[in-house]
């Protein structure tokens, strides 16, 4: 057997570089980790040059260069370097257009999503619309109020009850698309009695309205995209609020509705949503996703280390879940696409709903308060597309002369 010596510890750098590596193990930041990496094998790199030398001579090289250390530390400090710098630079300041900070404000107070998120990952399917009184609308998309009132009626196909009633700045239409995007199953799966598969609503507009759009395909590709999770939530968090927050109405006479001084902060003004940030909402300065924290970067990383650190279990707690990241369930049979299937769903409606769009076209005509705010976009019989052929969507049925517009 041979004998056993006790070795006499490694350089400072060696020390230095496995107190790095064990503080890569205690932050769950992922910017805290990679800085630790990068820490960790800039040491590694002076250890491959120094020869590897003894505790009590750190500073004497051993004239031995270790050249697979020195090439193993360099490619990890790349890789890990690099991320250091992306995530870093995702903490700069974003620009966006007066619209576009409108929107991510509302989304923001809802949910909380970073500027950079917004940008990257709704901006560029986002529209913003201007459809005058009367236009038609493009059901293949779903809208979310900026200026403006819309008149619309809720039809139930299982009731037969029908409900008019308006929908203003901040309130968003229609809630049918994001339901498609839950469902894995096919239309022919869905239960014919639930409420979204039995209601929907045909939008007006009954004033000027400015609006923003995303296409429901758009919506069907973000709910499932495994790297837009936190964005997708966020989006869902927001629509969601803007229902629970919503007000219910009974059958409403739009004209009046409208014409009552008493809703002039409904239907003329914004909804405090869109408004700028107050001082006690912004974001913390030194928070990632502040757009702010790069203007000191230092107390910025010295923060997340600061808010990630964890102690190992059994000491400490785990946070649990933290690489669950599963996909939505999908069935391999279902082939066909958000248009095709929100069309299988519109035939089944129209069946029970019969002449009602035309119903709620002729009220928004023939109303005598839409020359107040501008001019009416005629409907031409001759020219008017097969309704058929047009996508409505869904409401909340509630209990008879109440609706929660969907």
């Known amino acids: 057997m041979p004998n056993l010596t006790l070795g006499q510890a490694g350089s400072i750098w060696q020390q230095f570089s496995s107190f790095f590596f064990l503080t890569a193990g205690l932050f769950n930041d992922l910017l ?36 697979d250390t020195i090439i193993w530390a360099v490619l990890n400090l790349f890789v890990h370097a690099n991320s250091v710098y992306c995530m870093l630079r995702d903490e700069r300041n974003i620009e966006l257009t007066e619209d576009e900070e409108t929107l991510w404000r509302m989304i923001y107070r809802h949910s909380g999503l970073s500027k950079l998120q917004f940008k990257v990952k709704l901006c560029p399917h986002v529209e913003v619309v201007n459809c005058k009184a009367g236009e038609e609308l493009d059901m293949a998309y779903f809208y979310i109020i900026l200026d403006g009132v819309i008149g619309a009626e809720a039809f139930n196909g299982n009731t037969g009850q029908k409900h008019v009633f308006p929908m203003c700045s901040g309130q968003a239409f229609p809630l049918q698309h994001i339901y498609a995007c839950t469902q894995s199953r096919s239309i022919e799966a869905m239960s014919v009695d639930h409420t979204f598969a039995s209601t929907w609503i045909n939008p007006v507009p009954f004033t000027n309205v400015k609006m923003y759009r995303f296409s429901a395909q758009f919506l069907e590709q973000l709910s499932k995209n495994m790297n837009a999770k936190e964005t997708w939530l966020a989006f869902l968090s927001t629509i969601m609020a803007s229902v629970a927050i919503r007000p219910y109405y009974d059958d409403t006479d739009m004209n009046a509705f409208v014409s009552d001084r ?107 308060c839409l020359h107040k705010f501008s001019t009416i976009a005629e409907f031409d019989e001759d020219d008017e597309e097969k309704e058929d052929d047009k996508v409505p969507y869904g409401t909340f049925s509630v209990p008879e002369g109440r609706t929660s517009t969907v």
């Open 32 to 67: 805290c980790v990679r800085t630790s990496l990068t820490m960790s094998y800039i040491f590694l790199v002076i250890v491959g040059f120094m020869g590897a030398p003894r505790f009590m001579n750190s500073f004497q090289p051993t004239g031995i260069v270790s050249v």
């Open 262 to 368: 008493s809703n002039a902060h409904l239907t003329e003004n914004r909804s405090p949503l869109f408004d700028k940030l107050a001082k006690f909402e912004e974001p913390n300065r030194l928070a990632a996703g502040s757009t702010t924290a790069l203007r000191r970067p230092v107390l910025h990383i010295l923060n997340s280390y600061r808010l990630s650190f964890w102690v190992p279990w059994p000491i400490g707690i785990w946070p649990q879940g933290l690489r669950h990241r599963l996909p939505p369930p999908k069935d391999p049979n279902v082939k066909k696409s958000m248009n095709r299937k929100t069309m299988l769903l519109q035939e089944h409606i129209l069946l029970h709903c019969g002449d009602a769009l035309e119903d709620t076209k002729a009220m928004v005509r023939n109303s005598t």
